[in-house]
């Protein structure tokens, strides 16, 4: 017999995690430590222990609403990515680094391109 684990035993580090981030936020909330420094360190654990990608995936696993809360979070990222490089782009023209912007853009093409085929790929190739 083949017995599945509970979904708290598979993810219980999350759960943890999250938890404990949680805690740490509403503490340093309630000592009146700045919410900026609060915000910059939620984002660099964010990034090394990748604590808010697993949240994204529960939150996208919920049928119909789910990929549409993901998304609608999401695609606003990629907007303001890019609205920050067009700025970083007229300040840079500005002080006559246009040719290293120009490379830098090519770059930037190339890796838009690249996700955009792996996510076309992704979806025509069958995992099983």
């Known amino acids: 017999m083949n017995k599945k684990p509970s979904f708290f035993k598979v993810y219980r580090k999350q759960i943890l995690g999250w938890i404990l ?3 740490a936020i509403c503490a340093a909330l309630y000592y009146g ?4 420094i609060i915000l910059f360190a939620t984002f660099v654990i964010s990034i090394f222990t990748q604590l808010f990608v697993g949240l994204g995936a529960l939150v996208g696993m919920i049928p119909f609403i789910g990929p549409l ?4 979070i999401s695609i606003p ?5 890019n609205a920050m490089g067009y700025v970083v782009s007229g300040v840079a023209i500005k002080k006559g680094y246009a040719t290293e912007l120009a490379k830098s853009r090519i770059v930037t093409l190339s890796l838009l391109i690249g996700i955009i085929i792996g ?6 190739v069958p995992l099983r």
């Open 33 to 36: 430590i700045d919410k900026k």
């Open 119 to 124: 996510y076309i790929l992704g979806h025509l």
């Open 21 to 23: 981030t949680v805690a």
């Open 77 to 81: 990222v990629f907007w303001l990515l």
């Open 69 to 72: 809360i993901i998304k609608v």
